[in-house]
Structures are given as structure tokens and as C-alpha cells.
């Protein structure tokens, strides 16, 4: 299993849009980091063992300037001794914020790979709001998987909240379907893919080739 930078690279060469992404292993280059994706960015720890970064405090938001962005380094790094996780770094992102969406692959016996889409963040196992498909599935087949969610009114826009592009996160879902298939991918969690009307940026994953 490639880790979350790892799998950021993976995606973004296979041409899909990654959050500006750097992996720090010293305050300098945090800070240095930070200062090239531009503020206001966001910190995550980077470990060999699966964990869940908002449940351990593994997530810094909202850092506007190099006196926080020393502050979160230092808050990470004492957050990941004393939990005594494998440290890879910390992964400075860009923050951008909208509907967070899941998407997931997972290679089955019968089926080969199968593709998952729903509404993702901090919520998807509460909500439980998801389509899945036998991939690849190509952009009408997406719209389809897009219309079945309990959530589906939220993503065309619902009462002041703005919509996202469909006819793009369709788009999105198919190529991301076809990639599954080319690369073989065995197992993939891209959660959360945020979207903000036309933009749309993964922002974290996991990929198992």
C-alpha cells in the first residue's frame, strides 16, 4: 500500500487534479514548503501504519503564516511520539474547502475492479451515502451513480448551498474508473475528493497496486 504522498503522486501522473502537495521530514522545510503552495495551508502527519489523522490529531488547518506553520510542525511531530507512530513526515497541502466526495476501488474475485462513489469526508461511514459499479464506467454511467445518492440534490445545489459541476465530476469518475482497470489498481481510497463548483482537487488517498 503506497502511502498518502505516494499515492498523491501516483494520481497526479495519471493526470487526475492533486492538491498541491509536499512532504516536509524538518521544520525548515515545512516552512519552506508552505511558503511555496502559498497560505493558507494545511499539515498531516505521514505514517507507515494505517491511521485515521482526525481522530488522532493528526490534522493542522487553517495555518495562515510562518509562526503557525512552525507551531503546527512542532504540534505534529510531538502528537506522532507520543502515539509512537512510524513517521514518515509531514504532508503540507494546499486547503481548499467544498462537498467532500469518496471514491473507491476494490479489485473482486468475479468482477475485477469495482468502483464506489459517495459522499466522503469525516461522515462517510455515518452516512453511508454510496453507488457502486462494475468499472470502467463511462460518463453517463457516472451522472447515473451521481443521481442514486440520498445526497444527489446537494451536489446539483441545494437551498443556498451551491452545486458542483456534474457534467465535470462525471467526468472525473469515468476516467478514474479507466485508470483502475489500466493500472490494475487492487485496492484505491481517494477520500476526501473536494469540489467546489467547476474545481475539483483529491486531497487525500491511498492506492494498492
Known amino acids: 500500500m503506497l502511502d498518502v504522498f505516494e499515492s498523491l503522486k501516483f494520481l497526479k ?16 522545510e515545512a516552512v519552506f514548503a508552505s511558503k511555496t503552495i ?5 499539515m498531516k502527519l505521514v505514517s507507515s501504519k494505517a491511521i485515521h489523522k482526525t481522530d ?23 502528537s506522532a511520539q507520543h502515539l509512537k507512530l512510524p513517521l514518515k513526515g509531514i504532508l503540507i497541502q494546499e486547503q481548499f474547502s467544498g462537498i467532500e466526495l469518496i471514491i473507491g476501488i476494490k479489485k473482486d474475485p468475479v468482477f475485477s475492479q469495482v468502483l464506489m462513489f459517495g459522499i466522503g469526508g469525516i461522515f462517510v461511514e455515518l452516512l453511508r451515502d ?9 460518463k453517463k454511467e457516472a451522472k447515473s451513480m451521481i443521481c442514486e445518492l440520498k445526497a444527489g440534490k446537494l451536489l446539483q445545489g441545494y437551498r443556498g ?3 458542483v459541476n456534474i457534467d465535470k ?20 481510497d481517494i477520500n476526501p475528493l473536494t469540489m467546489k463548483g467547476n ?6 488517498a491511498r492506492v494498492r497496486l
Open 13 to 28: 501522473k495519471q493526470g487526475l487534479p492533486v492538491a498541491k502537495s509536499y512532504l516536509a521530514t524538518s521544520r525548515h
Open 38 to 42: 502559498g497560505y493558507p495551508v494545511v
Open 56 to 78: 488522532v490529531g493528526g490534522v493542522v488547518t487553517g495555518i495562515y503564516d510562518e509562526i503557525r506553520a512552525r507551531r503546527a510542525y512542532d504540534e505534529l511531530l510531538l
Open 130 to 138: 454510496v453507488s457502486f459499479r462494475v468499472c470502467p464506467v463511462n
Open 161 to 163: 448551498v451551491k452545486g
Open 169 to 188: 465530476l462525471s467526468e472525473l469518475i469515468s476516467k478514474i474508473s479507466k485508470i483502475a482497470v489500466q493500472k490494475d489498481i487492487k485496492e484505491m
Open 199 to 204: 474545481k475539483a482537487l483529491v486531497i487525500d
